[in-house]
Nanobody, 121 residues
């Protein structure tokens, strides 16, 4: 069993900052990548940022220069620092972790429960 626990969402005014985190625990053999996705009301879930085991990052164009993804490998935790927030960043943010639970197993995607981020204008 693998558990992902997210924290850090909330309400902030436009221009403000928030940090969300996601800790993975349980039967984890190795992690390939971690990331954040978001889903606004009436819209599809979209990629926000990802980071590989080697530290390579990828960002959606809409958040480049404002958001920073990082990870703590020892804690199996991924962070998303969000600055200069805009009302259009309002969404439920979901943590994603691609991992395998045993040495020769496939990499499988696990999802957090989601944390609400609301940016007021």
């Amino acid at each position: 069993q693998v558990q992902l626990v997210e924290s850090g969402g909330g309400l902030v005014q436009a221009g403000g900052s928030l940090r969300v985190s996601c800790a993975a625990s349980g039967s984890i053999f190795s992690i390939n990548a971690m990331g954040w996705y978001r889903q606004a009301p009436g819209k599809q879930r979209e990629l926000v940022a990802t980071i590989t085991n080697g530290g390579v990052t990828n960002y959606a164009d809409s958040v480049k220069g404002r958001f920073t993804i990082s990870r703590d490998g020892a804690k199996n935790t991924v962070y998303l620092e969000m600055n200069s927030l805009k009302p259009e960043d309002t969404a439920v943010y979901y943590c994603n972790v691609r991992l395998r639970t045993f040495a020769i197993g496939p990499f499988v995607d696990y999802w957090g429960q989601g944390t609400q981020v609301t940016v007021s204008s």
